[in-house]
């Protein structure tokens, strides 16, 4: 690696032409399956092509102790010398040189930009009233796990529900009739789930087969409320401002 690797004085892109060789034309020749060039030959190839007298003063030195002179070559040298090879080298070269010529981005000229500033500002003040919302619209459902006191394991009947959410059973049973969770059959007693809510996971339920003093047996349904339905309706009291 030589001293002047790669330097950009003005936006000038210039490079010695060892590194040329070096980093770009033999490895583009190498990727077209081509043999390497010696830099005895390159900068041969260099002199030919260039046509002008070139510094050739700077130079390095080997393990063995030789020296190896180069000069420096600017963009449109490079360009000049690559168009030499052959077609396949020749892209690879050029693309290379293109990605060299590339402008890189100053911080601090952007940090000196008033518009640029402007601009990161609006952004990250919308970023933040984004992930504000977010939290709003989040906040009901930590909430309402919250509210439960323990955290609720299987199904448990209204009334069970009712102590874990903090709210008297009648009022639980009254909010879950008027919302169209629960209901009863015409002359009967039992609570009973809608088939939306059972389906959704927030209600089950239970068969039970009853002797009867008689010795004949009854069939009695009941709802349950699962430990998802209980987070659910814990976010809709929340929600009504209802005070557990």
């Known amino acids: 690696m030589t001293k002047s690797t790669l330097a950009v004085p003005n936006g000038v892109v210039t490079m010695s032409s060892l590194?040329?060789?070096?980093?770009?034309?033999?490895?583009?020749?190498?990727?077209?399956?081509?043999?390497?060039?010696?830099?005895?030959?390159?900068?041969?190839?260099?002199?030919?092509?260039?046509?002008?007298?070139?510094?050739?003063?700077?130079?390095?030195?080997?393990?063995?102790?030789?020296?190896?002179?180069?000069?420096?070559?600017?963009?449109?040298?490079?360009?000049?010398?690559?168009?030499?090879?052959?077609?396949?080298?020749?892209?690879?070269?050029?693309?290379?040189?293109?990605?060299?010529?590339?402008?890189?981005?100053?911080?601090?000229?952007?940090?000196?930009?008033?518009?640029?500033?402007?601009?990161?500002?609006?952004?990250?003040?919308?970023?933040?009233?984004?992930?504000?919302?977010?939290?709003?619209?989040?906040?009901?459902?930590?909430?309402?796990?919250?509210?439960?006191?323990?955290?609720?394991e299987g199904s448990m009947c209204i009334t069970d529900a009712a102590k874990h959410l903090q709210v008297q059973p009648k009022f639980l049973f009254k909010t879950l009739s008027e919302q169209h969770w629960i209901y009863r059959r015409a002359g009967g007693k039992a609570w009973l789930g809608y088939q939306d809510k059972i389906q959704s996971g927030y209600l089950e339920h239970k068969v039970t087969t009853v002797s009867r003093s008689d010795g004949s047996e009854k069939i009695v349904e009941q709802a349950l409320v699962t430990a998802k339905g209980i987070a659910k309706i814990s976010k809709m009291l929340g929600v009504s401002g209802v005070a557990a």
């Open 19 to 152: 590194d040329f060789l070096n980093n770009i034309i033999n490895p583009s020749r190498k990727e077209a399956g081509e043999k390497p060039v010696r830099p005895s030959d390159f900068h041969a190839r260099v002199n030919d092509e260039i046509g002008e007298d070139l510094n050739y003063e700077n130079f390095v030195v080997g393990k063995t102790g030789h020296k190896t002179y180069y000069t420096i070559l600017n963009m449109d040298q490079m360009t000049l010398i690559g168009m030499r090879e052959s077609k396949a080298v020749r892209r690879s070269v050029l693309e290379k040189l293109k990605s060299l010529s590339r402008p890189t981005a100053d911080p601090m000229v952007a940090l000196n930009n008033p518009e640029f500033l402007r601009g990161a500002l609006l952004t990250y003040s919308e970023k933040v009233i984004t992930l504000t919302h977010q939290v709003d619209e989040m906040r009901p459902d930590v909430e309402a796990f919250d509210r439960i006191a323990t955290k609720a």
